[in-house]
C-alpha cells in the first residue's frame, strides 16, 4: 500500500511539474519587415524595421536594423546597401540601374535566416489616355443638399495586353486647398483606385477631396503589391494573413513604373 | 464402476463421479499430498461418490494433509472453508462444490417464473447441452435491458444482450445450471435454472440498487457509476447513478464521460467528446441507431441528451467493431428507454436552469411509450451561464499607432434572450415474442443571443476610443427519428433493421458594428460580419445481424446505406458570399465480423472487415479490423487491436483567430475535402478483482485527410478563391491511460492519468507538426463517492494542462504608394501559444427520499457545487483589430456555481 502511494505522489508531481512547463506564450518571432519600391529612373531605397511585439515581455534579439549587411543583385551583380540611419538603405552611388522589365533580388542575413526576395520591374504604362483634363463640380454641403450633381467620372485608359495589374493615385498638388465637402477637413490630400487588370480606370470624383490641380500617377505594379488591395479590412472578423513577398520576413519589395497625368478641378460658383 | 460413470457431468471445466452414500459415515485416512481435483477423484473412486466442481479450479489447490479418519462431511467443510469454496449436497446424492459467492446469500434476481432467491430444486438435470434464449429487463420498469452480461456461472459460456435485452446462450451444460446476469447499475443476478423452467424466451428481471433493502446489500456487488468491459477500449455508464456526480445545472451523461480516462475535460464548455486525441465529429453518436450531429446544448455546456430517456450508455474510445464505421475515433451509443411496461409513470425535474419532465404509458401488454420534455428557463444559474460568455476578466488593448495605453478598461453591456429545449419520445411495440417495432425521435433545439456592446478608451483628452455593438445570433439543433424492428429469426439468428432521418442544422448571424476616434485614421466607423448555415440530412437505412455458431463462434454481419445532403453558407453581412457548398452523396457498404474464443475461452480473436462506397469518390473503402484480447488468469487480461477507419462527413474548424474558431459539416469529395482515415494502434493490460481495478492502455492514431478551412491566406495572387480555403493535412494521436478503480463498497470512485499528444501537419501553416487543437499533454482525474443511508457524497477534482492557441505576435506598418502607412497585425505560429492549465473541484451531495414501506425511490434533492474553488479557467481568447488596435478578450469558462436539484416521479 505503501508502494502505491509513494507511486501515486511521484507521478502527481511529476505531471504537475511537467504540465507547467508547457504552458504560456509563444516565443516572440523577430522578423524584419522591408519596404521598398524599385522605380526605372530612381536609385534603390528601402527601409528596414521589426515587427513590433505584442506582449511586453516578449524577448526582442538585440539585432540592429542599420548595419545590417543588405545586397540587391541585377543581372547576376550584387551591390551593398549603404546604411543612412532609422533603418533607412540606399544605394547611394547608384550602382545599380532599374530598369523595366529586368529581375532583382534582395538578399541579407538577419537573426541567421537567409531573407530573400525578388521582382521584376514592370514596363511603363503605354497607350495611356484620359477622358477629361479638367472637371467642374460645385462645393457640396452634405447637411444642406439633398441632391449632388457629379461630373461623369473620368476614364484613364491604357494598353494591357497580359492583363497585369494596374492602379492609380490621385493627388492634390494645388497650393490652395478649398474642400469639395463644405466645411469639411479632409484626412488625406490622396487617394487609390483599387488595382485592376483590365485596361481601364475611372476617377470617381466623389472621391475627391479639394478643388484644384491634381496629380493623377497610374501605376504599372506587380501582383505582390496587388495583394496588399486584395485582403479584406483589418477589421473584419476573418484574420487574413499579411500578404508579403520577402521569405523569412515580412512587409515588400517590388518593382513599379508609373506614368504621370493631371487633372484640373474646377469649382463651379 | 465404469470410468464413464465417474463422469457423469462430461463437460468443459466439470467433473463428477456417481454413486451415492451417506457421507457422514466415510471416513477418510488416506495421506495426501496432491490436488484438490485428484483428491476427489480419488475419494469417489474409494467410496462410490459424486461429485460436481471446476476441475481446472480445483487443480490449483493443493491439499497435503491425512484426515486420520476424519468424516467426509467435515474434511470438505474445512477444506472449503480455507480455499472460499462451498459445498452441499443435493437430493440426487451429487456434491457440488462451488466457489464462495456471496450472492448465494442475497436476494437474486427474479424471473416472472418466480425464480426464488436460493437454489431449491435438488433432483436430476433433464436436460443438457441446450440453448437457453431470454430477454433480460429491470424488475420494476419492465425496461429490456441492453448489453448486459449473461453466462453460465462456472463455465467460460456467455453473451450479451441486444439493444433489446435478448440473449442467446448456446450449449447451456444442464438444466440445473446456474446463470449469472450483470448490468452496470444493477446487482449482480443468478437464476438457478430448473428443468421446469423454460428454455426460450426466459423472462429474467433485474432488481436495481435502490429497491433493494438496505440490510441485504452486499459490498461486493454494489452497482458501479463506470464500469469497463471485457471489449476493448468500451466504457459504460449507467445513468441512474448520474445525479450523485456534482452538476453545472443538469445530470448529464455525456459529460460525465469526460470524467473517464482518454476523454479529454479540459473543454467544460463543450459536451462533446474529445477522445483519444480525436475531435467530437470524429466520434459517432448514436442514438437509437440513428445518428445524431449536434449533441449539446447552451454553448456546449449540456449534452443534448435527456437523461431520464436513457436507457444505457456505451463509449467505444477506439478499435470499434466492424459494425461501426463513417467515424476515425470512437463510437457513442445510446439506448433510449422504451417506457414502462407495467403501468403509467410521472416524472420530473427541476434544478436551477431547466424544468424537465416525462411520462411513460403502457397500452396493453404489447405497447410502451416515453415521451420526455426539457426546456431551459431564465433563472439564476441560466443568467450566470450566459453572462459567463460576454462577462471577461480582462480586455486588453494594445496600440500600435502612437497613441499610448488606454486610459480606462472597457466596459461591457450583455443581453440574455437565449433558450433551449429538447424532446425525445420511443413508442415500442411487441407483436410477438420474437419481434420488437420501435419508433424513436428526437428533437433539440438552441436559440441563442450572444450578443454584447464593448466600449472603451481614454476616459477624456487624446488616445483612441472606441465603441463596438456586437450582434451574434445562433439558432442551432438537431430533429431525428429511426424506425427499429428487432427480430429474433431463431435463437442462433436475431437481427435488427433500422430506417432513420437526421437532420443537423445551424444558423448564425454575426454583427460588428460601431465607430472609433483616434488613431491614424482619425474618426471613422466600421461595419463587418458575417452568416453562416449549415444544413445536413442524413438519410439511413441499415441491418444488423448477429449469428452464433457456437458458443466459441459469433458471427457479426449486415448492411448500411446513407443518403448525406449537406450545405453550407458563409458569407459577409449578406453583401457576398465567401462559401457556398450544397453537396450530396451516398455511402453503402456491408460488413463481416466474427468473433472466436480459442483456448476455453482465455483467448477470443475478432477479425472482421468493412466495405464502403462513396458515391462522391467513386470509390471503394476497405477497412478491416482485428482485435485481440487473453486472460492471462483469473485477473490479468491483455488487448491488442488495430483498424482502420473512414470518415466521409467531417465537421471542418474554420479558422478564426479573433472571434473563435467555429467548425461546420462537409461532405468529402474528390478536390477539396479528402475522405480522412485513420489507423488505430491499441495495446492494453487490466488486473480486475472483485473491489478494484488496475488498467492501461496505450494508443496511436495515424490520421490522413485532415481538412481545415482558413481564410488567412490568399490562395492565389490573381484574386480570392475562398472555395480553395480548405487546406489539407495529416496527424496522429497517442497517448497512454491509467486507470485505478475502486469498484464495491460505501466509498467507491477512481482515479485516471493520462498522458497524450494530438498533432497534426497542414502544409499550409508550415513543414512541422503543430499541436492540434484539442491537444492536452496531462489529464488527471478523481471521482470519489460515498455513500451513507439516503445520502450520497461526490467529489471531482480535474487538472488538465493548458490547450493551444494561436496568439497575436507582433504588428508593423508599411507606407502604401498613396502615402498611407497600413498597419498590419501578424499572427504567431499556427497553436504555437497555451493557455494556463485547467483545474476544477466539484462536490454534491445528494439525498434520496424512499417510501417507507416499499422502500423504493421516489425522488431526490441534491446540492451540487461547481468548480468549488473559483478557477478562473480560461476557455478561448477573442481578438478584436480595429484600425492599428488590438483588443484581447479572455472568455472565461464558469465560476463557482451552486445548483439545486429536485427530482420526483410516482414509480
Keep these: ?269 | 464402476m465404469k470410468r464413464s460413470l465417474l463422469f457423469l457431468f462430461s463437460l468443459p471445466f466439470f467433473a463428477s463421479i456417481a454413486i451415492s452414500q451417506n457421507i457422514d459415515h466415510i471416513l477418510l485416512d488416506t495421506l495426501y499430498l496432491t490436488t484438490m481435483d485428484k483428491v476427489l477423484d480419488d475419494i469417489s473412486h474409494r467410496y462410490q461418490i459424486r461429485f460436481a466442481f471446476d476441475r481446472e479450479l480445483l487443480s490449483q489447490m493443493e491439499i497435503n494433509e491425512r484426515p486420520m479418519k476424519k468424516p467426509l462431511s467435515l474434511f470438505l467443510t474445512q477444506e472449503c472453508a480455507t480455499r472460499k469454496l462451498q459445498w452441499h449436497q443435493e437430493e440426487d446424492s451429487i456434491i457440488y462444490i462451488e466457489e464462495k459467492y456471496e450472492s448465494l446469500t442475497s436476494k437474486p434476481v427474479l424471473a416472472e417464473q418466480k425464480i426464488e432467491q436460493k437454489r431449491t430444486y435438488s433432483g436430476p438435470s433433464k436436460k443438457k447441452g441446450f440453448i437457453l434464449t431470454g430477454i433480460v429487463r429491470d424488475k420494476s420498469t419492465g425496461e429490456a435491458l441492453p448489453f448486459a452480461n449473461v453466462g453460465v456461472r462456472g463455465t467460460p459460456i456467455g453473451a450479451y444482450t441486444s439493444s433489446d435485452g435478448f440473449f442467446t446462450l448456446l450449449n447451456v451444460p444442464s438444466d440445473t445450471s446456474t446463470i449469472m446476469v450483470s448490468y452496470i447499475g444493477y446487482k449482480i443476478g443468478y437464476v438457478f435454472l430448473t428443468p421446469d423452467m423454460p428454455v426460450k424466451n426466459l423472462l429474467i428481471e433485474m432488481e436495481a440498487q435502490s429497491q433493494l433493502l438496505q440490510e441485504i446489500i452486499i459490498q461486493g456487488e454494489q452497482e458501479q457509476l463506470m464500469s469497463t468491459n471485457d471489449k476493448i477500449s468500451l466504457l459504460k455508464i449507467t445513468p441512474k447513478k448520474l445525479s450523485t456526480l456534482p452538476n453545472i445545472g443538469e445530470k448529464d451523461v455525456i459529460r460525465s464521460f469526460q470524467l473517464l480516462p482518454g476523454v479529454s475535460a479540459a473543454n467544460e464548455s463543450s459536451s462533446n467528446l474529445y477522445v483519444r486525441g480525436g475531435t467530437p465529429d470524429q466520434n459517432l453518436l448514436l442514438y437509437d441507431g440513428f445518428t445524431v450531429y449536434q449533441v449539446d446544448h447552451l454553448y456546449g455546456f449540456f449534452s443534448a441528451f435527456n437523461s431520464n430517456a436513457i436507457k444505457d450508455v456505451q463509449l467505444y474510445k477506439g478499435g470499434f467493431d466492424a459494425k461501426y464505421g463513417g467515424r476515425l475515433s470512437s463510437v457513442t451509443e445510446i439506448t433510449g428507454k422504451d417506457g414502462n411496461s407495467k403501468g403509467f409513470n410521472l416524472g420530473g425535474e427541476v434544478s436551477l436552469l431547466s424544468f424537465n419532465l416525462y411520462a411513460e404509458i403502457p397500452i396493453g401488454k404489447r405497447f410502451t411509450s416515453l415521451l420526455a420534455f426539457r426546456r431551459s428557463y431564465q433563472g439564476l444559474l441560466y443568467d450566470k451561464i450566459f453572462k459567463q460568455f460576454n462577462e471577461t476578466t480582462e480586455i486588453r488593448q494594445v496600440s500600435f499607432t502612437g497613441q499610448g495605453p488606454m486610459g480606462r478598461v472597457p466596459s461591457m453591456e450583455t443581453k440574455v434572450k437565449s433558450y433551449f429545449y429538447d424532446i425525445n419520445a420511443k413508442f415500442t411495440y411487441k407483436p410477438s415474442k420474437k419481434d420488437i417495432l420501435s419508433l424513436s425521435f428526437y428533437s433539440g433545439t438552441d436559440n441563442l443571443d450572444n450578443s454584447m456592446n464593448i466600449s472603451g478608451g481614454p476616459g477624456g483628452g487624446g488616445g483612441f476610443s472606441f465603441s463596438i455593438d456586437n450582434s451574434d445570433l445562433t439558432r442551432y439543433g438537431n430533429i431525428g427519428a429511426g424506425f427499429r424492428w428487432t427480430r429474433n429469426w431463431n435463437p442462433r439468428l436475431n437481427g435488427t433493421t433500422l430506417i432513420s432521418f437526421s437532420n443537423y442544422y445551424s444558423n448564425r448571424k454575426r454583427s460588428n458594428t460601431g465607430s472609433h476616434f483616434g488613431g491614424d485614421s482619425g474618426q471613422g466607423s466600421f461595419n463587418s460580419g458575417l452568416n453562416e448555415k449549415n444544413d445536413l440530412v442524413d438519410l439511413s437505412f441499415k441491418s444488423d445481424y448477429n449469428y452464433s455458431l457456437n458458443n466459441s463462434n459469433h458471427l457479426g454481419f449486415g448492411a448500411y446505406f446513407t443518403d448525406y445532403i449537406i450545405s453550407y453558407d458563409f458569407g459577409d453581412n449578406d453583401t457576398s458570399m465567401y462559401l457556398s457548398k450544397d453537396d450530396d452523396g451516398i455511402i453503402a457498404g456491408i460488413y463481416f465480423q466474427d468473433k472466436i474464443k480459442l483456448f476455453k475461452a482465455k483467448f477470443t480473436v475478432t477479425p472482421g472487415i468493412r466495405f464502403s462506397y462513396f458515391s462522391p469518390t467513386g470509390m471503394f473503402y476497405p477497412e478491416p479490423r482485428l482485435s485481440l484480447s487473453y486472460n492471462i488468469n483469473k485477473y490479468f487480461k491483455v488487448i491488442a487491436q488495430t483498424g482502420k477507419y473512414y470518415q466521409f462527413a467531417n465537421r471542418v474548424v474554420r479558422e478564426d483567430f479573433l472571434s473563435g474558431s467555429r467548425d461546420f459539416w462537409v461532405l468529402s469529395d474528390r478536390e477539396k475535402i479528402p475522405v480522412s482515415s485513420a489507423w488505430h494502434y491499441i495495446a492494453g493490460i487490466s488486473f480486475e478483482k472483485k473491489s478494484f481495478l488496475a488498467s492501461i492502455e496505450g494508443y496511436y492514431k495515424d490520421i490522413d485527410g485532415i481538412t481545415e478551412y482558413s481564410m488567412r491566406f490568399k490562395p492565389t495572387r490573381e484574386g480570392t478563391t475562398y472555395e480553395e480555403n480548405f487546406f489539407q493535412g495529416v496527424g496522429y494521436a497517442t497517448g497512454i491511460e491509467f486507470l485505478l478503480q475502486k469498484k464495491f463498497g460505501d466509498l467507491t470512485g477512481w482515479i485516471s492519468y493520462t498522458l497524450s499528444e494530438a498533432k497534426n501537419r497542414i502544409s499550409i501553416y508550415g513543414d512541422s507538426y503543430f499541436p492540434a487543437s484539442q491537444d492536452v499533454t496531462h489529464e488527471f482525474k478523481f471521482v470519489g463517492m460515498y455513500d451513507y443511508r439516503n445520502w450520497s457524497f461526490s467529489l471531482t477534482w480535474l487538472f488538465a494542462s493548458g490547450r493551444p492557441y494561436t496568439a497575436p505576435d507582433g504588428a508593423y506598418s508599411i507606407n502604401l504608394l498613396n502615402g498611407i502607412s497600413q498597419i498590419f497585425i501578424d499572427f504567431g505560429e499556427k497553436n504555437s501559444s497555451r493557455l494556463p492549465a485547467y483545474h476544477r473541484l466539484d462536490a454534491a451531495v445528494n439525498y434520496r427520499f424512499k417510501n417507507k414501506e416499499t422502500n423504493n425511490e421516489w425522488g431526490s434533492l441534491g446540492l451540487s457545487i461547481f468548480n468549488v474553488y473559483n478557477r478562473r479557467n480560461i476557455w478561448y481568447k477573442e481578438y478584436q483589430i480595429i484600425d492599428g488596435n488590438i483588443i484581447e478578450t479572455d472568455k472565461l469558462f464558469l465560476g463557482i456555481t451552486p445548483n439545486l436539484t429536485f427530482s420526483m416521479k410516482i414509480k
Design chain 1, 1 to 269: 500500500m505503501m508502494k502505491t502511494k509513494i507511486l501515486l505522489l511521484s507521478l502527481s508531481t511529476w505531471f504537475l511539474i511537467t504540465s507547467c512547463q508547457k504552458s504560456g506564450i509563444a516565443e516572440f518571432s523577430t522578423l524584419p519587415v522591408v519596404e521598398s519600391y524599385l522605380a526605372p529612373g530612381k536609385k534603390i531605397t528601402m527601409t528596414i524595421s521589426e515587427k513590433i511585439p505584442y506582449y511586453e515581455n516578449a524577448v526582442i534579439t538585440d539585432t540592429s536594423i542599420n548595419t545590417l549587411d543588405i545586397r540587391v543583385g541585377y543581372n547576376g551583380v550584387y551591390c551593398n546597401m549603404i546604411p543612412l540611419g532609422n533603418g533607412i538603405y540606399s544605394d547611394t552611388a547608384g550602382n545599380i540601374s532599374v530598369v523595366a522589365d529586368s529581375a532583382y533580388t534582395l538578399l541579407f542575413m538577419f537573426n541567421g535566416n537567409n531573407v530573400y526576395s525578388s521582382t521584376i520591374i514592370p514596363s511603363k504604362p503605354i497607350d495611356v489616355t484620359q477622358s477629361a483634363t479638367t472637371i467642374k463640380m460645385s462645393q457640396i454641403d452634405p447637411e444642406n443638399q439633398s441632391w449632388i450633381n457629379l461630373p461623369d467620372p473620368v476614364e484613364i485608359t491604357f494598353s494591357n495586353d497580359d492583363e497585369s495589374y494596374y492602379l492609380a493615385t490621385v493627388e492634390c498638388i494645388d497650393s490652395i486647398r478649398v474642400p469639395v465637402y463644405k466645411d469639411s477637413i479632409p484626412e488625406n490630400d490622396i487617394f487609390s483606385s483599387m488595382p485592376v487588370t483590365g485596361t481601364q480606370i475611372n476617377i470617381m470624383p466623389m472621391r475627391i477631396s479639394y478643388f484644384g490641380l491634381h496629380r493623377i500617377i497610374l501605376y504599372h505594379i506587380n501582383p505582390e503589391y496587388a495583394a496588399f488591395f486584395m485582403q479584406q479590412a483589418t477589421t473584419s472578423q476573418n484574420y487574413q494573413e499579411p500578404p508579403t513577398n520577402i521569405e523569412n520576413g515580412l512587409g515588400i519589395f517590388t518593382g513599379i513604373n508609373a506614368d504621370t497625368l493631371f487633372l484640373n478641378v474646377i469649382q463651379i460658383q
